[in-house]
C-alpha cells in the first residue's frame, strides 16, 4: 500500500470515530426517550453503542434473540481450514455492561403509527426512534429448485455458522480431482467481493490438499469487485484451477438439482462435488413487516438520517438499506451506524442531524499472506449516498508480494479493531 493510501485511510478511520462524537442538543427535562435498535450485528450493535455514547439518558434496547454473534468477515478463512469458526463469534457482554438492555428474542411486528415492536414471546416494545439492522434474507426460490431444504445439500454459507462448517466439511470429504462449483447473484447482495475471495481461499485450499481438483465460479455479472485485482492473483496463484465464468459467456445460472448437484445455466449443466450456491437476497424479514422494504426488497432511507422513505420515525442500516454506491460490508455497517446514532441522538433533541461523510474499506485475501482493498468516501447526494470522486482507492496493481502481505496484516487488523470496538 502507498503512503497516500495508508494516510487516507488513517484519515478516514478518524472521520468516522469524529462523526460518532459529535456534540449533540440537552434534550429537555422530561421522560427519557427510547430507541429499540432491532438487529445485534455490526450495525445494530454498533448503533446501539454509540447511542449511548452520544447521550447517556437516551434509553436504548437491542433486539436480538441469539447469545453469540457470529461474524462473516473472515468467515471465508473458516471455510478453506485457515480458521476456527469460534474466531468469528462474540457475546453481547460489553453490550449489556454500556447500560443497553437485551430483549433476548425476536422481532415479529412493527406498529409504525402506535411506534411500537412486538417480540416473538408477547413482549411489546415502545419506541419514540426505531432503528432496523435485520442484515439480509435469503430469496427462497427466486432460483429455480433453491429452497432452504436445498442448501443442505448446496450450502449457501452467506450467514456465517452451520452453513459455513457444512461448506467446509463438503470441501474436506471431497475426492481429490472433484469440481466445486460457486454460484454468484446479481447486484445487490451482501459483501460485493465475497465470492471472489471465498473462490480465492477454497483454491488456495485445493491448491494444498487437493491439486486435482477444480473450482468453477458462475457468475450473473460480467463485472464484480476488484475485478482486474482478483484476476491478476488468480493467474499468478492458481493457473489452471480456478477458472472464472461470467453472464456473457454462460455463467448465470438458472437452476439447480441439489439431488445431484447439479447447476444449469443456459450454455450448459455443471454437476459438481462441492457445489456452493449464493442465492439471490433481500432485506431481514422484519423490515418487509414494519412496512420499510420496497419492491426490491431492499429499504431507502434519507441519506443523511437513515430514517425510511417509507415509514417515518424508523430507521434503516446496514445491509437491509438502499445506501446508493456505498456496498454491503461490515465497515459500511458500522460507519453507517454511527452516522445514524448521531442523527437519532440530535433527532431527539430537536435539531437539525449536519450532513455526514461516510467511509467504507473492503479487504479481502486472495490467500493467506495476499490481501487487497477498496476503500471509498460518500456523502449525500440526490436523495442517496455517492461516491466521492478521487476521495477513494484501489490497491494498486503493480505492487510487490510484500504490499500484498502487509495488505493481508492490515486486513487481520481491521477485523480485531472492529469486533474489539463493537463487541469488546
Not at 448446496?154 to 475426492?175: D, F, I, S, V, Y
Not at 442465492?279 to 431481514?284: E, R
Request: charged share 15%.
Amino acid at each position: 500500500m502507498n503512503p497516500g493510501r495508508r494516510e487516507f485511510l488513517k484519515g478516514a478511520v478518524a472521520a468516522t470515530a469524529a462523526a460518532a462524537v459529535l456534540p449533540v442538543p440537552v434534550l429537555a427535562q422530561a421522560a427519557a426517550p427510547k430507541v429499540v435498535v432491532v438487529g445485534g450485528g455490526f450495525a445494530g450493535a454498533s448503533c446501539a453503542r454509540a447511542l449511548r455514547t452520544a447521550d447517556a439518558r437516551i434509553a436504548v434496547t437491542l433486539v436480538e434473540p441469539n447469545t453469540t454473534f457470529t461474524a462473516c468477515p473472515f468467515s471465508n478463512g473458516v471455510i478453506a481450514g485457515l480458521r476456527e469458526l469460534s474466531a468469528q463469534q462474540f457475546t453481547y457482554e460489553h453490550v449489556a455492561a454500556d447500560g443497553i438492555a437485551l430483549a433476548r428474542s425476536a422481532a415479529s411486528a412493527v406498529d409504525a403509527s402506535a411506534r411500537a415492536v412486538t417480540l416473538t414471546d408477547g413482549t411489546r416494545l415502545p419506541y419514540d426512534r426505531l432503528v432496523l439492522a435485520p442484515g439480509i434474507d435469503i430469496r427462497w426460490g427466486a432460483l429455480s429448485g433453491y429452497d432452504e431444504a436445498a442448501s443442505a445439500q448446496m450450502p449457501h454459507a452467506w450467514k456465517a455458522g452451520e452453513q459455513t462448517l457444512l461448506l467446509r466439511r463438503q470441501l474436506e470429504a471431497m475426492a481429490d480431482g472433484g469440481l466445486v462449483v460457486i454460484s454468484a447473484p446479481a447486484n445487490p447482495f451482501r459483501c460485493p467481493p465475497g465470492p471472489y475471495e471465498r473462490a480465492s481461499l477454497i483454491a488456495h485450499y485445493l491448491k494444498a490438499k487437493k491439486p486435482k481438483s477444480k473450482l468453477i465460479v458462475l457468475d450473473a455479472k460480467d463485472a464484480f469487485s476488484k475485478q482486474r485485482l482478483f484476476q491478476q492473483a488468480w493467474a499468478e496463484l492458481y493457473p489452471g484451477l480456478l477458472e472464472w465464468v461470467p453472464l456473457s459467456k454462460g455463467g448465470n445460472v438458472t437452476s439447480v438439482d441439489p439431488a445431484t448437484r447439479t447447476l444449469v445455466t443456459d450454455f450448459g449443466r455443471h454437476q459438481a462435488a462441492v457445489a456452493n450456491v449464493i442465492p439471490p437476497q433481500k432485506a431481514g424479514r422484519i423490515a418487509e413487516l414494519a412496512g420499510v422494504a420496497d419492491r426490491s426488497g431492499w429499504c431507502p432511507i434519507d441519506p443523511v438520517t437513515f430514517e425510511s422513505k417509507l415509514q417515518a420515525g424508523i430507521h434503516v442500516i446496514g445491509d437491509a438499506a438502499i445506501a446508493g454506491g456505498m456496498p454491503k460490508s461490515a465497515f459500511a455497517a458500522n460507519s453507517q451506524a454511527k452516522t445514524c446514532a448521531t442523527a437519532v441522538a440530535q433527532l431527539l433533541a430537536g435539531a437539525t442531524p449536519p450532513e455526514p461523510r461516510l467511509i467504507n474499506t473492503c479487504y479481502s485475501l486472495v490467500a493467506p499472506d495476499y490481501g487487497i482493498s477498496v476503500a471509498g468516501v460518500y456523502r449525500p447526494a440526490n436523495g442517496q449516498l455517492a461516491d466521492i470522486p478521487g476521495a477513494g482507492g484501489v490497491s494498486p496493481t503493480d505492487a510487490p508480494r510484500s504490499a500484498r502481505a502487509l495488505e493481508a496484516t492490515y486486513a487481520e487488523a481491521w477485523f480485531r479493531t472492529i469486533t474489539t470496538e463493537v463487541f469488546g
